[in-house]
């Protein structure tokens, strides 16, 4: 008997990966470390060499398709993912372990005024095409990387209703851009923009990561790694809940 795909019974093409807490750590001497780039600089793509930037969350493991629980049910979800370090803060205490060290295959977006120019077209067709709402999170890799990009992203939030945003910031809260970010949170509402601050001791609003076995007394674990829901489409909390969320490191 044909053993039953369980990725592509909660719309991803791909299956989960639980964290084995022993991610892919580089060097500090890591050329990719010291320049501040992605490890696969082939996956990166400047905006007009890729049919779409925002890309359905069915091609992610972690993400899905749309939204399977709560008042958002049925709504699309779409990921941006652009270059890690080249786009993120150096402060970010993920350097050597971003994540992105484990995906090789990801397409990474680069970042900069074209990737501005074709979001804000993308937006508008999503905008059309799905009045009633639709998610997109920020980012699958990299950052926020300048105050003109926070910006874009509140011209985005003001002129299409329909848009809605999660994801994470390793910005500081309280440097230059963090507090770009967290007035751009604050002027849309967390109910259209559910950006958390990564690695920030609040209880509400960020995102830690835990070591194996640790846990975090002030943050839910993400219930993707627990087994205990699917994906972020059948898990809902990261756009529904304030509370900080914890990761366990990959
Ligand atoms: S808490 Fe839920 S929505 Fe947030 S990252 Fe984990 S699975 Fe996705």
């Given at each position: 008997?044909a053993?039953?795909?369980?990725?592509r019974?909660?719309?991803?093409?791909f299956?989960t990966?639980?964290?084995t807490?022993?991610?892919v750590?580089?060097?500090?001497?890591?050329?990719?470390?010291?320049?501040?780039?992605t490890?696969?600089s082939?996956?990166?793509?400047?905006?007009g060499e890729l049919p779409?930037?925002?890309k359905?969350?069915?091609?992610?493991?972690?993400?899905?398709?749309q939204?399977?629980?709560?008042?958002?049910?049925?709504?699309?979800?779409?990921?941006?993912?652009?270059?890690?370090?080249?786009?993120?803060?150096?402060?970010c205490?993920?350097?050597?372990?971003c994540?992105g060290?484990n995906?090789?295959?990801a397409?990474?977006?680069?970042?900069?005024?074209?990737l501005?120019e074709g979001?804000?077209v993308?937006?508008?067709?999503?905008?059309?095409?799905?009045?009633?709402?639709?998610?997109?999170?920020?980012?699958v890799?990299?950052?926020?990387w300048?105050?003109d990009?926070?910006?874009?992203?509140?011209?985005?939030?003001?002129?299409?209703p329909?848009?809605?945003?999660?994801?994470?910031?390793?910005?500081?809260?309280?440097?230059?851009?963090?507090r770009?970010i967290?007035?751009?949170?604050?002027?849309?509402g967390?109910?259209?923009?559910?950006?958390?601050?990564s690695?920030?001791?609040?209880d509400?609003?960020?995102?830690?990561?835990?070591?194996?076995?640790?846990?975090?007394?002030?943050?839910?674990l993400?219930?993707?790694q627990?087994?205990?829901?699917?994906c972020c489409?059948?898990?809902?909390?990261?756009?529904?809940s304030?509370r900080?969320?914890?990761?366990?490191?990959?």
């Amino acid at each position: 008997m044909a053993t039953r795909n369980p990725a592509r019974a909660t719309m991803r093409r791909f299956g989960t990966k639980q964290p084995t807490g022993h991610g892919v750590i580089l060097s500090a001497l890591h050329p990719a470390v010291r320049a501040g780039r992605t490890a696969f600089s082939s996956r990166v793509f400047d905006p007009g060499e890729l049919p779409r930037l925002l890309k359905s969350g069915q091609h992610s493991r972690k993400i899905g398709k749309q939204v399977a629980k709560g008042h958002r049910r049925g709504w699309p979800i779409y990921t941006l993912t652009l270059e890690e370090r080249a786009s993120c803060p150096r402060t970010c205490d993920q350097w050597t372990s971003c994540y992105g060290n484990n995906m090789r295959a990801a397409e990474r977006v680069l970042h900069g005024p074209d990737l501005i120019e074709g979001l804000g077209v993308e937006l508008a067709g999503l905008a059309a095409a799905h009045p009633a709402g639709f998610l997109v999170r920020l980012h699958v890799l990299g950052d926020f990387w300048s105050a003109d990009y926070v910006a874009f992203w509140g011209e985005m939030l003001a002129r299409h209703p329909a848009l809605h945003l999660f994801g994470f910031t390793a910005h500081e809260p309280h440097s230059p851009l963090g507090r770009a970010i967290a007035l751009l949170i604050h002027n849309a509402g967390w109910r259209r923009c559910a950006i958390r601050f990564s690695g920030a001791p609040h209880d509400h609003g960020a995102a830690r990561v835990v070591g194996p076995g640790e846990t975090d007394p002030d943050a839910i674990l993400c219930p993707a790694q627990t087994g205990a829901t699917d994906c972020c489409a059948t898990c809902a909390l990261c756009w529904q809940s304030r509370r900080s969320i914890a990761f366990r490191s990959h």
